[in-house]
């Protein structure tokens, strides 16, 4: 048999060698890709969103290799990596204001040139605190009271987080209110101003007023009967000038109810006042008629003067139903309290008809203290009884309107104005 030979010149034989060279290259070297490609990954401050070159990314990756195991990891532990299958996700919390250390991801596969993505976060702004709100804004108390006042820094989201903690408490008069952490207590009746202020800067702060006043409550009164009618009586210890809480009636009734000598009412703010002198008074409470009664029985000249007689009533609507006149009957008696300059005042409805003297005490003898009357006096007159030292007078003359009227004493000149309210 003939042999054939074929012959391969030197230049094809070392193109198939180079050939067999890359093609074992490709299926041997370790090859390692993440997608998308990022070398750096920047989270905002709150940890809710990322960006790489500037641009929004999704930190999901997807991984490529031809080693068959690969691993990542994060050299920062605010950097939290979720490996599954053939991904990874990264993800960070809030760094607040202070910036966490820069973090290294690397992803490694075998014995492939590892893929690193450095990652950082943004710092949050500092936001201060710029005000105290407080609640409730302002207080009004009875003696014995407590209250609690809930103070919030704003803006709510403010980042001084040692700020609740440093709250200043005062209270402008610790004879009114004193305050400890926001507890309100109260020390006697008053006014006072409580104030809550950052201790690392005191401008920043908010006052709440503070009315101390004086707490009436019905439901402690004794039940007094006299004659037919019923009233509640109690003793209270009012202060001049501070203002005066009613419990047990309707708030709509307090402007027919307070006994105009003792108190004044503003019908905008519905605050009630003492206007008295300091110290312990009774109060009758009529609820036939709606009506406070402040006096003091025992009390006479030169401290009040006293009404007596028929036809006077001390509530501000007339419903005299009574057969007579009794001392002790807080209705039908006048306290004239003084008011200064040997005056004194007392209001009260009088009815045609009505006949009255001035007495130095609740169960004295009418003296002969009057010389005149002034004011709107048409038909009332004085008259002297026996004794003639006894001087009364009376409404039942022509032109006599009968009413509501504010009574003034003057004991120097010993004369009577009346007023039509």
């Known amino acids: 048999m003939k042999k054939q030979f074929i012959k391969f010149s030197a230049a094809t034989l070392m193109a198939a060698v180079m050939a067999l060279v890359v093609s074992c290259k490709d299926d041997d070297d370790p090859a390692l890709s993440v997608t998308p490609s990022a070398t750096a990954i920047v989270f905002a401050a709150d940890g809710a969103s990322a960006t790489s070159a500037g641009a929004a990314i999704t930190p999901t990756f997807t991984v490529e290799t031809n080693q068959g195991l690969w691993d990542v990891t994060s050299n920062q532990t605010w950097v939290k990596v979720n490996k599954s299958g053939k991904t990874f996700t990264l993800s960070a919390g809030s760094a607040g204001t202070t910036a966490p250390d820069p973090a290294t991801v690397t992803v490694t596969a075998g014995g492939a040139k590892p893929v690193t993505i450095t990652v950082t976060q943004l710092v949050s702004a500092s936001i201060p605190v710029s005000s105290i709100s407080v609640s409730p804004a302002s207080l009004k108390l009875s003696e014995g009271d407590s209250e609690f006042l809930l103070a919030t820094l ?199 008809g009505f006949s009255l003297a001035l007495r130095l005490g609740a169960a004295v003898y009418p003296l002969n203290p009057i010389s005149d009357i002034t004011g709107d006096i048409e ?31 003057d004991s120097d000149t010993m004369t009577l104005n009346f007023e039509r309210l």
């Not at 002297?384 to 003034?408: K, R, S, V």
């Open 379 to 409: 038909g009332m007159n004085l008259y002297q009884d026996l004794p003639a030292t006894n001087t009364h007078f009376q409404g039942m003359g022509e032109g006599f309107i009968q009413g509501y009227y504010l009574i003034t004493y």
């Open 154 to 352: 704003l803006p709510e989201n403010h980042t001084d987080q040692e700020a609740n903690n440093t709250l200043v408490w005062e209270s402008s008069d610790e004879n009114v209110v004193t305050v400890t952490g926001g507890i309100v207590n109260v020390e006697g009746a008053g006014n006072a101003v409580i104030t809550v202020s950052l201790q690392r800067d005191p401008s920043i702060k908010t006052e709440v007023p503070v009315v101390v006043g004086t707490g009436v409550y019905l439901s402690q009164f004794t039940t007094v009967s006299i004659g037919n009618e019923d009233y509640l009586k109690g003793e209270i210890s009012f202060t001049k000038d501070a203002l005066v809480f009613i419990n047990g009636i309707d708030e709509s009734k307090i402007p027919n109810a307070y006994n105009r000598d003792f108190f004044t009412y503003d019908p905008e703010t519905g605050d009630l006042t003492f206007i008295g002198e300091t110290g312990t008074w009774e109060v009758w409470y009529m609820q036939r008629l709606n009506y406070f009664y402040i006096l003091r029985m025992a009390d006479e000249v030169p401290v009040a003067w006293w009404f007596a007689g028929q036809g006077f009533c001390a509530a501000i609507e007339w419903d005299f139903t009574g057969s007579g006149w009794e001392d002790n009957h807080p209705r039908d008696l006048g306290y004239m309290r003084p008011i200064g300059d040997g005056k004194y005042q007392v209001s009260g409805w009088l009815r045609a």
